[in-house]
């Protein structure tokens, strides 16, 4: 990973910003900027340089991960080392950034406390976020190779779910088959939402019982190297109805249809539309009920957001989820997720997995 590269892409663009200093704390973005994929620290970006601050728990770790930062292992906890840093340094750096979505307020008010009076803190871009959109080829790597681990606990799912065995088992064999493949955890909490619980979008695996006759929603993930997979699958156990199998097909056709419409250059607006029209013309657009899709990476849930009225332009690089669903109060729930890559031309499908409809 390029980390001296994304640490002074980030000082290039502090001038523009009128910002002295960034205070990074958020610990995905640390990771993505210097490598350190520890629990407790902070990086200070300033246009001459970089330090990361962490305490002795972390120096061994540190030292062998953070690349492109000056390493300050301190008694203190990162951001008051930060902090009195900052203040060493005098009026020179005065117009300090922070993560506003991601700092306490007592966090920072704490900071306020050691910092000079002159200095002023201002919520900044999402500059690091503004980056991660964009995957490099290394991550993208990394993603595919989440993808398809991932995508091999389906199996594990499908010898699991019969009528009577409790959701909460099937995503217990799930996640032990993702840790005897080498996964370093879910991404999330695994949703295994059966019978009326399939109209929840996100009913997570809970102690009922799968019944006798249903659709069964399966949505998933694993870590991997840091980085996250995410994919969504719905079976049916027990023979479907005619309008069962019929939701089912059109989910599908509205999610390839999302799949189709991604490309470079293209809003991600519009790959919300293409699902919602394909669901409106079946009369079932009113049972999606949340956005198209997400950005996926370090984290399950990244910029850009796949939805209406938004106008992010898609580039190449950017890894998103396509998953509409349809969810129909006290009867069921089907959705289906795929990860794709947006390439100069069109896309790359990530998910290997077949979106034929499974009978169990």
Avoid at 93 to 111: D, F, K, N, P, S
């Amino acid at each position: 990973m390029d980390h001296s590269g994304r640490l002074l892409g980030i000082r290039k663009t502090l001038a523009a910003h009128k910002l002295d200093v960034l205070l990074v704390t958020h610990l995905p973005n640390i990771r993505y900027l210097c490598g350190f994929s520890g629990s407790s620290g902070v990086l200070l970006v300033s246009e001459k340089g970089s330090v990361f601050f962490t305490d002795g728990r972390y120096t061994t770790q540190a030292r062998a991960e953070v690349q492109g930062a000056r390493l300050a292992v301190t008694r203190k906890p990162g951001l008051s080392a930060a902090a009195e840093w900052l203040k060493s340094r005098g009026q020179g750096l005065r117009r300090i950034g922070v993560e506003g979505e991601h700092m306490t307020v007592g966090a920072r008010c704490r900071l306020t406390a050691v910092l000079p009076t002159r200095t002023r803190l201002r919520e900044a871009p999402a500059l690091v976020e503004q980056m991660r959109m964009v995957k490099d080829e290394e991550e993208i790597s990394r993603l595919r190779a989440a993808v398809r681990l991932g995508a091999g606990l389906f199996d594990a799912a499908l010898k699991t779910i019969r009528p009577g065995v409790k959701e909460a088992d099937v995503a217990a064999e799930m996640e032990y088959a993702a840790r005897r493949a080498g996964a370093e955890q879910m991404s999330f909490e695994t949703i295994i939402a059966s019978g009326e619980r399939s109209a929840l979008p996100h009913g997570r695996a809970s102690q009922a019982v799968i019944p006798a006759h249903g659709f069964v929603v399966c949505d998933f993930g694993v870590i991997l190297a840091g980085y996250c997979s995410d994919m969504t699958r719905t079976v049916h156990v027990g023979d479907p109805t005619h309008q069962a199998r019929q939701t089912y097909e059109t989910v599908r056709e509205a999610q390839q249809a999302a799949v189709d419409a991604v490309g470079s250059g293209t809003s991600v607006g519009e790959v919300d539309r293409a699902a919602r029209k394909l669901l409106h013309k079946r009369h079932l657009a009113k049972f999606f009920t949340h956005s198209t899709g997400h950005g996926v990476g370090l984290e399950i849930h990244e910029s850009p957001r796949i939805a209406a009225a938004q106008t992010e332009i898609l580039r190449p690089g950017m890894v998103i989820t396509i998953e509409p669903g349809v969810y129909v109060p006290g009867k069921w729930g089907v959705r289906i997720e795929d990860m794709v890559v947006v390439r100069e031309r069109g896309y790359e499908m990530l998910t290997p997995t077949s979106k034929e409809l499974v009978v169990i």
